[in-house]
C-alpha cells in the first residue's frame, strides 16, 4: 500500500499570496499524481494530472510539479475562490488512493 | 459531455446492504479509455477510492474493502453499481461515483455525490 502524506495539513493566506501545497509518497509513482480542489457540498475538481498538466480549462495560476515522491501544487496568486481543500491523488499498479488533504483558508 | 448521476438509498440499516446506482449521460459506459469507479467522503474527513471497473470487466477494488464490496456494469443501461454489503455506521459518507480518464490516471468526471447514512 501507497502512503500519502501532505503538508501543510492547513494553511491560512492572503489574496495575491503565493501559496504552495506539498504530497508526499512511500513510493515512486512514476509521475502519476493529480490535484484536486474540493469544496464543501461539491464535487471534486480536477486541476493538475501526471503531475504537471493542468486540466483544460483551469486558470494558469494553478500549477504542479514533483519527482517520484515529491510532488507541489502551486497557486501563485490567490484568488476568493481558490479557498478550499486541496488533495492529491496517485496512482500506481492499478490502485487509486488520495492523500488526506490541505484546507486552504482566508487569513 | 458526459455526465455522471447517482441515485440510491439515502438511509441504509445496520448489516444491511448499501446499493447505489450511476447513470452516464452524453457517453457510452463502453467506450475504452476510462474506468468506471466509486470515490466516498465520510463527514468530516477525507476522499477514498473505493474501486473501479472497466467496460471489459475485472473489478478492482480498495484492500481494506474487498471483501464486502463489488462493482458492476449494466450496459444496457449505461448504468454502474455500487454494493456495499454489511454495512456499519462507519460507511456513512457522500458517495461520488467518477470517471477516471486512464491517460491522466485521474477522475476527470464527477457525479454530485449521494449522502447514505448507516443508521436503524
Known amino acids: 500500500d501507497i502512503q500519502m502524506t501532505q503538508s501543510p495539513s492547513t494553511l491560512s493566506a492572503s489574496l495575491g499570496d503565493r501559496v504552495t501545497i506539498t504530497c508526499r509518497a512511500s513510493?515512486?509513482?512514476?509521475?502519476?499524481l493529480a490535484w484536486y480542489q474540493h469544496k464543501p457540498g461539491r464535487a471534486p475538481k480536477l486541476l493538475i494530472y501526471?503531475?504537471?498538466h493542468l486540466e483544460t480549462g483551469v486558470p494558469s495560476r494553478f500549477s504542479g510539479s514533483g519527482s517520484e515522491t515529491d510532488f507541489t501544487l502551486t497557486i501563485s496568486s490567490l484568488q476568493p475562490e481558490d479557498f478550499a481543500t486541496y488533495y492529491c491523488?496517485?496512482?500506481?499498479?492499478?490502485?487509486?488512493?488520495f492523500g488526506p488533504g490541505a484546507k486552504l483558508e482566508i487569513k | 459531455q458526459v455526465q455522471l448521476q447517482e441515485s440510491g438509498p439515502g438511509l441504509v440499516k445496520p448489516s444491511q446492504t448499501l446499493s447505489l446506482s450511476c447513470t452516464v449521460s452524453?457517453?457510452?459506459?463502453?467506450?475504452?479509455?476510462?474506468?468506471w469507479s466509486w470515490v466516498r467522503q465520510h463527514p468530516e474527513k477525507g476522499l477514498e477510492f473505493i474501486g473501479y471497473v472497466h467496460y471489459t470487466g475485472n473489478p478492482h477494488y480498495n484492500p481494506s474493502l474487498t471483501s464486502r464490496v463489488s462493482i458492476s456494469l449494466d450496459k444496457s443501461a449505461n448504468q454502474f453499481s455500487l454494493s456495499l454489503t454489511s454495512v456499519t455506521a462507519a460507511d456513512t459518507a457522500m458517495y461520488f461515483c467518477?470517471?477516471?480518464?486512464?491517460?491522466?490516471?485521474?477522475?476527470?468526471?464527477w457525479g454530485q455525490g449521494t449522502m447514505v447514512t448507516v443508521s436503524s
Open positions: 501526471k503531475t504537471s
Open positions: 467518477a470517471r477516471v480518464r486512464l491517460v491522466r490516471g485521474a477522475v476527470d468526471t
Open positions: 452524453g457517453g457510452s459506459i463502453s467506450t475504452g479509455g476510462y474506468y
Open positions: 513510493q515512486g509513482l512514476s509521475g502519476w
Open positions: 491523488q496517485y496512482y500506481n499498479d492499478f490502485s487509486y488512493g
